[in-house]
């Protein structure tokens, strides 16, 4: 079975910084694609940002481009979140997603594709 792993998270001001960490278990598992979505309460889970190893590249919502950056490295289980300049709109409960089939867009930034979710972690953005 599956597990994915999250880390980072807490409390910041806005304007700043967190980084999020998510590691798939057992460290042998091959991701075809890796993403973050986020949830508040009373809504939906939302796309955040997402990798596909099945063409290459990287996808944000748009709320987030030039602010967030995604990063993986070769292993295909592991998936990073650096959020700078955060707002209090970003405020919610992080997850990570992981895949074991091909995903491309637009299908990447819906929650169906993923097989796997980690157990979240809170972002909260206030003064």
């Known amino acids: 079975q599956v597990q994915l792993k999250e880390s980072g998270g807490g409390t910041v001001q806005p304007g700043g910084s967190l980084s999020l960490s998510c590691t798939a278990f057992?460290?042998?598992?091959?991701?075809?694609?890796m993403g973050w979505f986020r949830q508040s309460p009373g809504k939906e889970r939302e796309f955040v940002a997402a990798?596909?190893?099945?063409?290459?590249?990287?996808y944000y919502i748009e709320s987030v481009k030039g602010r967030f950056t995604i990063s993986r490295d070769n292993s295909r289980n592991t998936l990073n979140l650096r959020m700078n300049s955060l707002k209090p709109e970003d405020t919610a409960v992080y997850y990570c997603?992981?895949?074991?089939?091909?995903?491309?867009?637009?299908?990447?930034?819906?929650?169906?594709?993923?097989?796997?979710w980690g157990q979240g972690t809170q972002i909260t953005v206030s003064s």
């Open positions: 057992p460290r042998t598992f091959r991701s075809d694609a």
């Open positions: 997603g992981a895949a074991s089939h091909p995903v491309q867009f637009p299908q990447i930034v819906e929650v169906p594709p993923y097989d796997y």
């Open positions: 990798f596909s190893w099945t063409d290459g590249k990287e």
